[in-house]
């Protein structure tokens, strides 16, 4: 069986965002790019099935432009077998059926069992891309997945269906699944992995290698800007009983949450 | 005249207030109003000109093809221009594949709608809220999801009729073995009025136990926690609030020894009511909070569940 690992790369939890002038983004320099979190967890769960001989091959596949090769080799070192980078200026700003459009001819054109995602990317918070992934195919899809077991050509997984309740689903592969944090603890790469990932390869390819031709995005943002400011608070000043004692009674009679 | 779909969530047939937010809202922005109730539901209650039901073995419980395909016969009886759901993890699931389906464009959790020269233009958080932005969609239809508690819902307005529609599901390629109940009957963080979380300074699985569990329950909030916590082992990854959490928006936010990271903040910054205790009087999260007391959690948390009790 093989496995797509979708990954994206995104800014750092701990980015302090700022707008750019024109308000059309973030402002983008300095800030530290990594493997979106949830990523990590999606191919954590492949390289399982890898060890667990499951899986014979794992392919890392990312669309973006300079520093992606970086998080796919990334992914090689922890154990991935291939990369595929989508390098493509005509789709940054793309909406996401665009992306999955190719997407999903990507996954076709490798030829893999499953793909599987993190339940959203931590910058656009989107969460569309894997679902619209498995429309295109016609596939099952298993989104927000805690638990995953693969026999045969079936899986099984936990998904999150809200509320707090969790649903356990089964089809058969292919499929397109999404990892949620509790399906595993992500590994790091070793010493030997980094540089077996040095010789391990990274195609390169456009979205017409695809034969998706990249039109006007029907999603369009404008007017970025920071969340408003929250008002300044006080700090309770005395003994603890005495900040205690105030702390209920404001919350009680001023914020009246209680 | 433009039509408006709404994906209307209901409770063994009651609909909810999101519902209602969302009928509210489709009024606002004008047209006809239709709404859609997946499984069994009467139809009445909403004030939409019509409500569409579908029922049948195949929505006995919560699946995605199922719902895409009524989604997708609701979509080609009324021709909206708009569709419109609650952004929870059912929609989330099943809008995008929708909109795959349709060929069209999609914005997920916006908190504004608003209508501006003939488009309709929604603003949505991005980095877990800590930027905004606005977002239009230049499809038709165009599908947006909304964020719980963002429009005042309707009340007392006329419900329109009531329409059995027929769909035909196809094949299905996924099946619910058996749906986990929540394992408390402590309220989802994401829809909890009142929170208390913990940070590092718990210092242990049993600190979190004595210090942020009793207080949580003095006043039925939902226990709740940072990265820092959580990856510590100190309570499991579905208590964690933050860009790589839960996304909160509680009334009432108590942090007990949390530094306040930005990733943690950006998960809870639209609290109505932030309480901080930290014992270092320079943590960032006193700079977001209504309350501050500089503390031991371990001297405040027992003396303050004692009072709230």
Known sequence: MKIGVLLKQVPATDTRIKINAGGTGIETGGVKLEINPYDEHALEEALKLKDAKKANQVVVISIGGAGNDQRIRDGLARGA???????????????????????????????VDMLIAGKQAVDNDNAQVPAMVAELLGWPQALVISELSIDGGAFQATRDIGGGLRQVVKG?????????????????????????????????????????????????????????ERPAGRILQGEPAEVVAELVNLLRTEAKVL | MPGILILADHDAGIFKSTALELVAKARELGGTVSALAIGTSSGEGLPADLVLTVDGPEFGTFN?????????????????????????????????????????????????????????????????????????????????????NSFVPTAGAAPGGVEALVVSVGVVQTTVVETLAPS??????????????????????????????????????????????????????????????????????????????????????????????????????????????????????????????
């Open chain 1, 81 to 111: 077998d291939t990369g595929l980078w989508i390098d493509d200026p005509a789709l940054e700003g793309a909406d996401s059926l665009t992306i999955a459009k190719v997407l999903a001819a990507a996954a076709k054109a490798e030829g």
């Open chain 1, 172 to 228: 058969a592969l292919p499929a397109v699944l999404s990892a949620d944090k509790a399906l595993n603890t992500p590994r790091y790469a070793s010493l030997p992995g980094i540089m077996k990932a040095r010789r391990k390869p990274i195609a390169k390819k456009t979205a017409g290698d695809f034969g998706v031709a990249v039109g006007e995005p029907m999603v369009v943002d404008a007017n970025w800007t920071l969340p408003p």
């Open chain 2, 64 to 148: 995605t093809e199922p719902w895409v395909a009524a989604l997708a016969a609701a979509v080609a009886k009324v021709q909206p221009d708009l569709i419109l759901a609650t952004a929870n993890m059912v929609a989330r699931d099943v809008m995008p594949r929708l909109a795959a389906r349709l060929g069209v464009g999609m914005a997920a959790d916006v908190v504004e709608l608003r209508a501006e020269g003939g488009a309709v233009v929604g603003r949505r958080p991005v980095y877990a809220g800590k930027a905004l932005f606005d977002v239009t969609v230049k499809s038709s239809p165009a599908i947006f999801t909304a964020r719980p």
């Open chain 2, 184 to 309: 408390s009957n402590v309220v989802d963080l994401t829809e909890a009025h009142l929170i208390v979380s913990g940070g590092r300074a718990v210092k242990s699985a049993e600190g979190f136990d004595q210090l942020i569990r009793p207080l949580a329950a003095a006043i039925g909030a939902s226990p709740g926690a940072s990265r820092a916590a959580v990856d510590a082992g100190f309570c499991p990854h579905g208590e964690q609030v933050g860009q790589t959490g839960k996304v909160v928006n509680p009334s009432l936010y108590i942090a007990c020894g949390i530094s306040g990271a930005i990733q943690h903040l950006a998960g809870m910054r639209t609290s109505k009511v932030i309480v901080a205790i930290n014992k270092d009087p320079d943590a960032p999260i006193f700079q977001f909070a209504s309350y501050g007391i500089v503390g031991d959690i371990f001297t405040i948390c027992p003396m303050l569940t004692e009072a709230l009790k």
